[in-house]
DNA sequence: TAACACCTAGGTGAAATTACCCAAGTCGAT
DNA sequence: ATCGACTTGGGTAATTTCACCTAGGTGTTA
């Protein structure tokens, strides 16, 4: 379960890049470095996971602030660590405000980072499970009758074809069951259902 | 849990068809009924699920025993109670010989039909279920570790792109890894992976 | 009566899975 | 050094899922 950690640094300067990276590799942690925020951000498009990104404040072009922004908005929920040279009050409250994991300023110890880094992905981790518990049987109970059954079938590993002939109707209609379902339990796929059902079975 | 029972009734005569039917809907068991073997057939093909077949022995075309070697070689795995107004030891040792769950001979209690439906039932439910978990962590154990990995990632809900970018390998390669791990584990679909996945995460 | 929730089912189009096929390279063992 | 297992990755085609949409029928409730 202890899946390694996935760093991506950004920043213009290639000499923090690579001391950075260099560090993060003598701690075991890998770490991805990009000159600039939109050079990530396709990294991301790509499917690219990263579990923390530590980025620079003041950049040309796209600023860190802009990139928690811009991830905020597209509902990227990786913690990000801002740095900054140039560190000031106001730039630090409005990063935080933002909803920044955290704001360092130069010149910082580098184990300063990290710790500020694993704490960051820990709280995210733990936001993300509790959100996925969240009201479990709540969500579940509020499944109608025929939601639950071809939820039941569904998490049993029937296609939607075998579900509609089980039940005795289309396909179609099973497959609006199942969307339905996917919403309410919060699934954002089988895998997903399977597992909240799993779960919720196991505690009711 | 408790899913309902859905049986089908094959025999050419009608009567027998609706006395049956008439006789399983009093004990609140769902039925369907055809008049000969190949329209039973054709239904398994419309992905029309039976927990148990009841059927004639003779009847014009395909017998009960033709159906049971039919069903047999086409791997699906429903129990058939056989039923005669003819029969001879004979008979009834072939057809258990072939595979028919069991052999009742006209005249016979309805209820006592009934009972070898269940018994019928509960018997292959506990076999399948055996030969679900049987092995289970020996299988698990057989994955390479690259296959355990993709293994992990598919698990948790993540696409072939996404399980690919995360391990730096083509979303192909993932697409064969996964391949692999399903014929291994013997999940018939994503569901029953995660299903097994979480047992055996349990187990161990 | 109107609003609302639910079940039903169809359409479109994109994306993903599944089931096959194939080949090339690595690596360890016979 | 050949064999086998594993990893890698490409192709093709069928099937399925997913994300949208519309829309009629039913039943309940304000």
Redesign the pocket.
């Known amino acids: 379960m202890a899946q390694p950690i996935q760093i991506a640094l950004i920043d213009d300067d290639e000499a923090v890049l690579d001391s950075l990276s260099l560090y993060f590799a003598s701690q075991k942690v890998a770490s991805t470095g990009f000159s600039a925020a939109p050079q990530f951000l396709s990294a991301l498009g790509q499917d690219k996971r990263f579990d923390c990104i530590v980025s620079d404040v003041r950049m040309p072009g796209m600023s860190g602030i802009d990139l928690v922004r811009e991830l905020k908005s597209r509902n990227v929920d990786v913690p990000i660590v801002l740095i900054t040279g140039h560190g000031d009050v106001d730039m630090a409250v409005a990063a935080i405000k933002v909803g920044a994991a955290d704001f360092i300023e130069k010149p910082f110890d580098e184990s300063r980072l990290l710790a500020s880094v694993r704490a960051a992905i820990e709280e995210t981790r733990q936001r993300e499970n509790a959100d996925e518990q969240k009201d479990l049987p709540a969500r579940f109970a509020s499944l ?4 639950r059954q071809v939820m039941e079938l569904a998490v049993s590993g029937l ?3 075998e579900i509609g002939a089980r039940l005795d ?2 396909p ?2 099973v ?6 379902v ?1 919403e309410r339990i919060g699934a ?3 895998a997903e259902l399977v597992r909240l059902a799993m779960k919720y079975d196991r505690r009711s």
């Open positions: 109608t009758a025929r939601q296609s939607n074809k109707i289309s179609k209609t497959e609006n069951h199942r969307a339905w996917m954002r796929n089988i």
